[in-house]
C-alpha cells in the first residue's frame, strides 16, 4: 500500500501498515493489533513525537543497559513487526541479549519471530526453549530463556503489568516502553519511556552511541538523576495538555 506523501497521517498509517503486514506474516498476534490502537490514541495526544521527558527516559535507560552486566531485551510480535532492525542494533550497541518473550505463545509464532530477527541480523535469539519460570505468574507467559532469567537488566517493549511485575519482584530493573503512563507496566517499571516503540528503539540506539565511550561513573550519575515517578508525572501532564488543545 502506497500512501501519499501529502496524507497529514502518512507515518501513522505507515506504521500501522508495518503492523498488519506482521500480522500477515504471523508475527503479530490478534491482540497485539488491538493493543497497537490504545497506542496510538495516547501517540496522537502527544503529537507522535519524542517529548523531552520520553528523551530523558530514554537516555537513563540506554545508560542502564550499558552499565548492566546482564542486560536483556524481550521481544514480542509488535516489536519485532516494528523495529527488528533497531532491535537488534540495540542489542548490539548495548551488549544485550535477545529473548524472544510472547503473552500469546505459540512455538509457531515464537519461530517466526526468531526468523525474522536473523533475518535482521541477530546473532543468537532467546527463547526458543524455555528453561525457567518466572515465580508468581501463571500460565505460558511465565515461561522464559536464559536471557531473561539471567539479567539483571531487562527491555521489555509493549508488555504487560503482571509480568513486569513479576520481573520486579526477581530483582531486576525494568525498562519498559509504553505510550500510556497510567498503565501497571508504566507505573511498575524503574524507567518507563512513554514514547512510540518506533521513535524509542532508535533513540535509545543514538545515546547508547553516545554513551558507550563513558566511564560507570558517569552513567551511574545519570541514572541516579533520572526520577521515574516525576518523569511519568510530566508525560502525564503532557497529555492533558493534549486534549485541552
Ligand atoms: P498493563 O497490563 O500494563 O496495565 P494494559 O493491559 O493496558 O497495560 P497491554 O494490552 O498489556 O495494556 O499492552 C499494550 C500497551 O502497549 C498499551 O498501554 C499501549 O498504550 C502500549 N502500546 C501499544 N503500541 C505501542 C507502541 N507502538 N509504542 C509504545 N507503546 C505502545
Ligand atoms: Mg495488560
Keep these: 500500500m502506497r500512501i501519499p506523501n501529502s496524507h497529514p497521517r502518512k507515518a501513522s498509517l505507515e ?20 493493543a497497537h490502537g490504545r497506542g496510538e490514541c495516547f501517540d496522537y495526544l502527544l503529537g507522535e513525537k519524542t517529548s523531552l521527558q520520553a528523551a530523558t527516559a530514554e537516555k537513563a535507560a540506554a545508560a542502564a543497559l550499558l552499565s548492566a552486566e546482564n542486560p536483556a531485551i524481550s521481544v514480542n510480535g509488535n516489536t519485532a513487526a516494528l523495529v527488528p532492525g533497531g532491535s537488534v542494533n540495540l542489542a548490539r ?75 520486579k519482584r526477581m530483582g531486576k530493573t525494568v525498562i519498559a516502553v509504553d505510550l500510556n503512563p497510567l498503565s501497571r507496566t508504566a507505573r511498575k517499571a524503574d524507567i518507563t519511556i512513554v514514547d512510540n516503540v518506533v521513535r524509542a528503539i532508535p533513540n535509545m540506539i543514538k545515546h547508547a552511541r553516545q554513551l558507550k565511550g563513558k566511564d560507570k561513573k558517569q552513567l551511574a550519575q545519570i541514572l541516579k538523576n533520572f526520577d521515574n515517578k516525576k518523569n511519568l508525572e510530566a508525560s502525564e501532564r503532557l497529555i492533558r495538555s493534549g486534549l485541552k488543545r
Design 93 to 167: 550497541v548495548t551488549g544485550s541479549k535477545l529473548e524472544v518473550n510472547l503473552f500469546y505463545r505459540t512455538k509457531k509464532r515464537e519461530g517466526l519471530i526468531g526468523k525474522a530477527l536473523k533475518k535482521a541480523g541477530a546473532g543468537k535469539v532467546y527463547g526458543l526453549s524455555k528453561k525457567h519460570r518466572i515465580p508468581g505468574l501463571g500460565g505460558e507467559r511465565a515461561n522464559v530463556d536464559d536471557a531473561i532469567w539471567k539479567a539483571d537488566v531487562v527491555l521489555v517493549p509493549l508488555e504487560d503489568g503482571d509480568r513486569t511485575e513479576a520481573l
Design 15 to 34: 506504521v500501522r501498515h508495518g503492523l498488519t503486514e506482521g500480522y500477515k506474516k504471523g508475527l503479530v498476534a490478534e491482540a497485539g493489533l488491538i
